[in-house]
């Protein structure tokens, strides 16, 4: 499973943003996609998950500002972010957790809100 991330940027405190998750390779395979973030010198972080039923999750940072979902049809998982803060920024990745029990992960987008 490869996976590709788009969308990340610098935005002023309050804006929003819409990130892309662009699955290729074996997709059949997934279980699970999610959304992490690492910020400078802290660990990386679960944002929201999102099954392949549907069933979404999400950490209680974001929770009522970001919104998870998922195109099967075309592999394209999403992560629409309002009301940004400060505290959102970090590199965020996309992963996939697929029904043999591996994780993958894309290479990180940044995400910078200015105050």
């Known amino acids: 499973v490869q996976l590709v991330e788009s969308g990340g940027g610098l935005v002023q405190a309050g804006g929003s943003l819409r990130l892309s998750c662009a699955a290729s390779?074996?997709?059949?395979?997934?279980?699970?996609m999610a959304w992490y973030r690492q910020a400078p010198g802290k660990q990386r972080d679960v944002v929201a998950t999102?099954?392949?039923?549907?069933?979404?999750n999400y950490a209680d940072s974001v929770k009522g500002r970001f919104t998870i979902s998922r195109l099967n049809a075309e592999n394209t998982m999403y992560l629409q972010m309002n009301s940004l803060k400060p505290e959102d920024t970090a590199v965020y990745y996309c992963?996939?957790?697929?029904?043999?029990?591996?994780?993958?992960w894309g290479q990180g987008t940044q995400v910078t809100v200015s105050s």
């Open positions: 390779g074996s997709t059949f395979s997934i279980n699970a």
């Open positions: 992963n996939a957790y697929t029904v043999l029990r591996e994780d993958y």
């Open positions: 999102i099954t392949i039923g549907g069933s979404t």
